[in-house]
């Protein structure tokens, strides 16, 4: 067991509003990650958090922002949502923020964010 | 632009035999990558990984080959069982400003049959 929740497990907003996505990293999982899975694609890298701090970014727009707080906790916030935004949001965890994280990088089971 | 390419939607293999997915990608600079597997309704878990200073690395029934030149690898399941049934994507990550992002191709879903 991964033990990295996500909630909500599903969510519908509208164009032009704003939401917020949550995620419980496994405790002492120092990084956090969030992605986004567009229908028939891979997850593509939005951010990564270490130690509350903003340690990387992808290709996504201001609009897509986050937070890493100290009880392994985090947030992906998205303003003035778009229907392009409808996607799976993913997020995983890891110990570290070093060369091999990926190995131990646990994924949560997603949000489903749907735009209207 | 799509880095890393999974150009096999889906396949289907019997159980007992041997399953391969394929893997391309087009950033050299590539030197990490990793297969996970995904259930329906559950995040990827993590199979296994290969460093580019390898080109096979071993893991039970799983094994992944990297041909650097061709910047190719692909993933060998013997014996593939009902049980891997499951979308299965490659990933590839560089050391680079962008904290570790992974690369992900867009996945091949993999049924075994009976």
């Known amino acids: 067991e991964t033990g990295v929740t996500q909630s909500p497990t599903h969510l519908i907003k509208t164009r032009g509003q704003q939401v917020t996505l949550r995620c419980s990293s496994q405790?002492?999982?120092?990084?956090v990650s969030w992605y986004q899975q567009a229908l028939g694609q891979g997850p593509q890298f939005i951010f990564q958090y270490y130690r509350e701090e903003e340690n990387g970014r992808g290709n996504f727009p201001p609009r897509f922002s986050g937070l890493q707080f100290p009880n392994y906790s985090s947030e992906l916030n998205v303003n003035a949502l778009e229907l392009d935004d409808s996607a799976l949001y993913l997020c995983a965890s890891s110990p570290s923020a070093g060369r091999l994280f990926a190995d131990t990088q646990y994924f949560g089971p997603g949000t489903r964010l749907t735009v209207l | 632009d799509q880095q890393v390419k999974q150009n096999s939607p889906s396949l289907s293999v019997q159980e007992g035999r041997i399953s391969i997915l394929n893997c391309d990608y087009t950033?050299?600079?590539?030197?990490?990558f990793l297969w996970y597997k995904k259930y329906p309704a559950e995040g990827p878990t993590f199979l296994i990984s290969i460093s580019s200073i390898k080109d096979k690395n071993e893991d039970g029934r799983f094994t992944v080959f990297l041909n650097k030149s061709a910047k190719h690898l692909s993933l060998h399941i013997v014996p593939s069982q009902p049980g891997d049934s499951a979308v299965y994507f490659c990933a590839a990550s560089l050391n680079s400003n962008s904290g570790y992002a992974l690369n992900f191709g867009k996945g091949t879903s993999l049924l075994v049959t009976p």
């Open positions: 950033n050299s600079m590539f030197d990490y």
């Open positions: 405790s002492g999982h120092n990084t």
